[in-house]
C-alpha cells in the first residue's frame, strides 16, 4: 500500500472515531440499527422511559414502533458485540482484542491450567 493511501485510510478511521463518539445506536429487535447524535439520543431515551404503552415514533425520516425497541447503545458496546461475534476476546491483561484462538504474550498461564486449554 502506498503511504498517501495509507495515510487517507487513518485520516479516515480517526474521522469516523469522532463522528461516532458523539453518537448513539437505537438497535430494533431485528437488529436495524438507527445512529443519531447523543445529545438527541439521550432525550428520546428519557421520553421513551417515561412512555406507559408502545407508539410510533418518527426519527428523522424514519417511523418505528416504540416496542420494536431494543435498547439505546452507546458505540462502544456495538463495536464489543460484533468483535465477540466474530469471536474475539478482550484481554485483561494487555489491554487489548486478541482473535479467535489466539493467545496473549503477556499471559504467563499455569502449566497445570495452560493442559485444560489445548
Ligand atoms: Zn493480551
Given at each position: 500500500m502506498v503511504?498517501?493511501?495509507k495515510r487517507?485510510?487513518?485520516q479516515r478511521d480517526s474521522y469516523m472515531n469522532e463522528i461516532t463518539k458523539n453518537q448513539k445506536v437505537i438497535i430494533l429487535r431485528?437488529?436495524?440499527e438507527i445512529w443519531i447524535?447523543?445529545?438527541r439520543a439521550e432525550n428520546f431515551g428519557d421520553q421513551l422511559m417515561k412512555i406507559t404503552e408502545s407508539k410510533f415514533v418518527k426519527i428523522d425520516d424514519q417511523i418505528i414502533n416504540t416496542a420494536d425497541i431494543t435498547g439505546i447503545f452507546s458505540p462502544?458496546?456495538?463495536e464489543e458485540k460484533v468483535r465477540r461475534k466474530r469471536g474475539q476476546w478482550y484481554c485483561?491483561?494487555?489491554k487489548k482484542w486478541h482473535?479467535?484462538?489466539e493467545r496473549c504474550e503477556e499471559v504467563r498461564i499455569p502449566s497445570?491450567?495452560?493442559k485444560f486449554l489445548e
Open positions: 503511504l498517501q493511501e487517507e485510510i487513518i431485528d437488529g436495524t447524535e447523543k445529545d462502544e458496546t456495538l485483561t491483561s494487555c482473535d479467535r484462538g497445570h491450567i495452560a
